[in-house]
């Protein structure tokens, strides 16, 4: 019986520093579209990522949207809530991602990324995290 390799997808994830994307050689992008709160106020921030968007369609490639979770500068449930709300308002505003389906069965187009160190309270996190 023959070993089954299945393939792994190859995406980028990409925020308004990295330019413009070439998907040529990947599988699709997830385009950051969030941090904290009026992330994409700035009309840069937010062309770039309306442009990615363009050059995602163009090629036929997925792309997903995340938010740069910073729970290190405003811990606690509404906050949390409040930067979630910005980035479906966000979401509204440039359309909807693509919906990707795995292999599990799962199903996912909207990420979030938690990196920085917090120092409040984990239960504080926690919440935010749960808002969010």
């Not at 949390?80 to 979630?84: C, D, H, I, R, T």
């Not at 292999?103 to 996912?108: E, I, L, Q, T």
């Given at each position: 019986m023959s070993?089954?390799?299945p393939r792994v997808e190859q995406w980028i994830?990409?925020?308004w520093?990295?330019?413009d994307i070439?998907?040529?050689?990947?599988d699709g992008?997830?385009?950051?579209c969030a941090e904290g709160v009026n992330y994409l106020s700035d009309p840069e921030r937010m062309d770039w990522?309306?442009?990615q968007i363009d050059h995602a369609k163009a090629a036929g490639k997925p792309w997903q949207y995340y938010g740069f979770g910073r729970p290190d500068l405003r811990p606690g449930a509404s906050n949390?809530?409040?930067?979630?709300l910005d980035m479906l308002g966000t979401i509204e505003d440039v359309g909807p991602p693509s919906l990707q389906y795995y292999?599990?069965?799962?199903?996912?187009s909207v990420w979030i990324d938690l990196e920085r160190d917090c120092d409040a309270p984990k239960a504080e996190v926690r919440a935010w995290l749960w808002a969010w």
């Open positions: 070993q089954m390799n994830d990409a925020y520093r990295t330019g070439n998907l040529e050689n990947l992008a997830i385009l950051k990522l309306k442009t949390g809530a409040a930067e979630a292999a599990d069965g799962s199903k996912a």
